[in-house]
Each structure stands twice: as structure tokens, then as C-alpha cells.
């Protein structure tokens, strides 16, 4: 699971306490506009196990912006980052996907990660619905996205863990599943559709 737009206070929050009690791990992605009011929730997001990646600093819609601009998005956001934990992120997620070739130049080191998953939660505000369109989609190696800063969002979020975990899947950041991707390929495992 990916979650983006945070730190939030109370719903970050909870959303750890739901991956520290199933034993799972998900990557957030922050605005480092954020970050700085909150870096006690980022350092308990590394404290568990979790990842943080970059997903600029207020979230502007990057392939509009000059190259400076976009340098400044970013490196802010690294730096804010690394302020509250010591660790610059290695990935980023460009605001609503949204990516060109000045974008992609401005992060040659860094990894873009989308998603594959979109219960479109920041629109829905509904529990049941974002449950159950997630549990609907989900499948071994998929990546959801979901937003850490409605309180709707972080309540789903914790029934999407639970029954996840239930049903036998193990929750893990982007990195994690890069790793196991890797792995299994050399050992010519496939995930079957
Ligand atoms: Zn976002």
C-alpha cells in the first residue's frame, strides 16, 4: 500500500498503528510542506519499517512548471525529509502522475513510483466504497494508492489491512516489493493474472 499527500497528525497516525498490529509495511509519499510541521510522524514511520519517497512540496502539477521550479519541489522536499530523519528519499511520485521529459531529467537518481490500484478516496470520503473497491482489485504484487489525510481514507485503510492480512498477503513498501520482484524472477517464479 502507498499513501500520499501527508503527514497527517491523527490519520497517519493511525494508519501505523494498523500496519504495526498486522506486521505490514507501506511507502508515503509527503509534500514536504508537511513535513515540516510533523516530523515526529516520519520518524515513527522509519522506526516501523516503513518507506518515505518525495511527492513534491505542495503538490503542484510538475510538467507545468520551469526546471527550477520543479528543482525546487523536489529538492525542498528532500531536504525537509531528511531534516526530520536523517534519510533523503531515493523514490518519488510526481503529483497526479504527472511526468515529461524535464521532470524525468530534474530525477535521474531518484525512482518514479505510480500505482496500480486507485480507489479514488480523496473523491469517495466513503469507507464501505474505498474497502471495497480495493479489496475487489488487490492482487499479489499491485501497488494502491491511497491518501493518509481523511479520516474516511485512514478508517478503510485500516479494514483494507486487516482483511489483507487475513487473506494471507503480506503488506510490504515499494522498495520491498522491488526486491521480491527481483527475486522471483531469478528463481522464475511468474505472478499469475
Ligand atoms: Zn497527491
Known amino acids: 500500500m502507498t499513501f500520499d499527500d501527508g503527514p497527517h497528525p491523527s490519520h497517519t497516525m493511525s494508519i501505523l498503528e494498523d500496519l504495526e498490529k498486522y506486521d505490514g509495511h507501506a511507502t508515503f509519499f509527503v509534500l ?5 510541521h510533523y516530523p515526529e510522524v516520519l520518524q515513527k514511520m522509519l522506526q516501523q519499517g ?3 519517497g518525495n511527492h513534491s512540496w505542495d503538490h503542484p502539477q510538475l510538467t507545468r512548471l520551469s526546471k ?6 523536489i529538492e525542498k522536499t528532500q531536504d525537509a525529509v531528511e531534516k526530520a530523519t536523517g534519510i533523503e528519499p531515493n523514490l518519488v511520485r510526481p503529483p ?3 511526468i515529461n521529459n524535464n521532470v524525468r531529467e530534474y530525477m535521474e537518481d531518484m525512482k518514479v513510483a505510480l500505482w496500480d490500484v486507485d480507489p479514488e478516496d ?10 471495497n473497491k480495493v479489496m475487489g482489485k488487490a492482487k499479489d504484487g499491485r501497488i494502491i494508492l491511497m491518501h493518509d489525510i481523511y479520516q474516511t481514507s485512514a478508517q478503510a485503510a485500516g479494514k ?3 482483511q489483507l492480512h487475513d487473506q494471507g498477503y503480506q503488506l510490504v513498501t515499494i522498495s520491498e516489493l522491488e526486491k521480491v ?13
Open 32 to 36: 514536504g510542506s508537511r513535513v515540516q
Open 50 to 52: 516503513n518507506e518515505i
Open 68 to 73: 527550477n521550479k520543479i528543482e525546487d519541489q
Open 96 to 98: 497526479y502522475g504527472a
Open 122 to 131: 480523496w473523491k469517495e470520503r466513503n469507507e464501505k466504497k474505498i474497502v
Open 160 to 162: 483494507i489491512i486487516k
Open 181 to 193: 520482484k527481483k527475486d522471483r524472477e531469478l528463481s522464475g517464479i511468474t505472478i499469475s493474472e
